[in-house]
């Protein structure tokens, strides 16, 4: 669909939902729609659309020149880069991971991993996740850097190639019904210049986020994560964790990144690691210092057009809950919370008064002073080693993870045709991606293990409104 059109149709777009409502149970939203409090995920940047675009429609206070602002920053984010140095869409390479955000963002999504798809590297010009690495003490390889990249353009070779392997463990419930994990196993191949001996080689395999309400994330009142971090529940062995991490010489509380290892969107940083585009705060190439890397390659994108990006970012709206009345998704939503699960997956906080600024220093009101539902505490929480990678990130140990928000999970499979879910994607459904939380998340796993399978159905009904 246009971007335009869909922009002039949020007005007019209607809840899927069919329920009756009475008016001691209803609000009405800033855009003057009829809504349960429940729908509103995200205060006025929530949104009421249930189709492929769910991730990728601006919040209703986009409007007039921010409508315009919004769609530069969609078109930079969307159009692929490539190899020369123009300042429109130049600056691909010399290596790279992804040719544009979307393409391991599709529609701000979570694109399908080639993981899946390929056994590793994607065979068509991209792979859709990322593959930290380093050397056991923390160092980074010669000739190699923070990021694998296993794409490169016309003259210049890949780093090196990823291959994955998954071995698969049947298991069964207590009820009697039948499940399967399965463990990847990954090698990176076809290196570039020296070879690694596995040894020496620490790696970390990531598929990508889902670009849900990224903005109110930043804006988020940051007194609430401290008093969440300092509630701990002993009995249940859930203790959250502030990561505490340290950007352009400012430590600050990390909210974003599968081990919340970033304080902001990791616009400058995206384009320089997973594209190779040069900027004004990071102006080398990821790739300096490799002998296939030679001259000056400039600034190849401008920190107006990152900053249209970032804003993009911010004033993306994230889907109204479905079906909050439904008798199903109620008792969904009780199964929840009786197995702990709201204890890391917060249900509600609040944004800070004032909204926040972009990379910029523009000011962006309107995510301020909202009531919001991410379902996370943005904490670390040490998930056990079964899904650790050994891969430390300033206060995050290898098995310690970000609480991931679920606002928008129950849309993924309507906007990227996939139920891939954790770090490395290694979860194919919300079954497996419960039952591989150990660690703290253990009281939930066994919680959920002991339902019934009715019962099972009915809380993943719940996520599947969120």
């Given amino acids: 669909m246009n971007k335009l059109l869909l922009l002039l149709s949020i007005i007019f777009s209607v809840s899927l939902i069919s329920c009756e409502k009475t008016e001691n149970e209803i609000i009405y939203t800033p855009g ?12 006025n940047s929530t949104v009421f659309v249930t189709s492929s675009t769910a991730y990728d429609t601006p919040a209703n206070w986009v409007t007039n020149d921010l409508a315009s602002w919004f769609l530069e920053g969609d078109a930079l984010y969307d159009n692929p880069r490539v190899s020369d140095g123009n300042l429109v869409n130049g600056g691909l390479g010399p290596v790279y991971a992804g040719y544009s955000c979307a393409s391991c963002h599709n529609d701000a999504g979570r694109t399908v991993s080639t993981l899946f798809t390929d056994g590793g590297t994607g065979k068509y010009g991209f792979s859709s996740f990322l593959t930290f690495m380093r050397t056991p003490n923390g160092q980074y390889h010669r000739e190699y850097g923070r990021v694998l990249h ?73 007194n609430e994560i401290k008093q969440l971090a300092s509630i701990q529940y002993p009995e249940y062995g859930i203790s959250g964790e502030i990561n505490w991490v340290t950007e352009r010489n400012v430590k600050s509380i990390g909210l974003s990144g599968h081990k919340a290892q970033h304080s902001d969107l990791t616009v400058e940083l995206g384009f320089l690691s997973d594209m190779g585009v040069t900027n004004s705060r990071f102006p080398h190439e990821v ?32 889907p109204a809950r479905r079906a909050v009345t439904n008798a199903t998704v109620i008792a969904g939503k009780e199964l929840f919370y ?9 249900p509600t906080l609040h944004t800070q008064p004032e909204g926040v600024n972009l990379l910029d220093g523009t000011h962006i009101p309107w ?18 080693p079964e899904l650790g990678d050994d ?29 891939h879910f ?32 009715e019962e099972r159905e009915t809380l993943i009904m719940f996520l599947r409104s969120l």
């Fill in 338 to 346: 009786k197995a702990k699960c709201h204890l890391c997956h917060t």
């Fill in 150 to 222: 296993d794409q490169a353009v016309y003259g210049s070779e890949p780093e090196g190639k990823l291959r994955v392997n998954y071995t698969e463990q049947n298991y069964t419930f207590p009820d009697g019904e039948t499940y399967s994990l399965i463990t990847p196993h990954y090698e990176i191949y076809d290196w570039y210049a020296d070879s690694i001996p596995a040894e020496q080689l620490e790696i970390s395999v990531r598929t990508p986020l889902r670009h849900v309400g990224m903005g109110l994330m930043l804006a988020i009142d940051k």
């Fill in 391 to 419: 891969f430390s990130q300033f206060n995050a140990s290898g098995d310690e993870w970000r609480t991931t928000p679920l606002w928008g999970v129950g849309l993924q499979e309507v906007v990227n045709g996939h139920s």
């Fill in 287 to 318: 790739s300096e210092g490799q002998s296939q890397v030679d001259g000056d390659y400039d600034i190849q994108i401008t920190t107006e057009d990152m900053a249209a990006v970032d804003f993009y970012l911010h004033s993306l709206g994230v």
């Fill in 422 to 453: 954790l770090h490395d994607g290694r979860a194919r459904d919300f079954t497996e991606a419960i039952m591989w939380h150990g660690g703290e998340g253990d009281v939930s796993r066994q919680a959920f293990a002991n339902m019934s399978s």
């Fill in 367 to 384: 995510l301020g002073g909202q009531t919001i539902h991410p379902y996370s505490d943005y904490l670390l929480h040490d998930m056990g």
């Fill in 32 to 43: 003057g729609r009829v809504a349960y409090p429940e729908e509103l995920s995200a205060g």
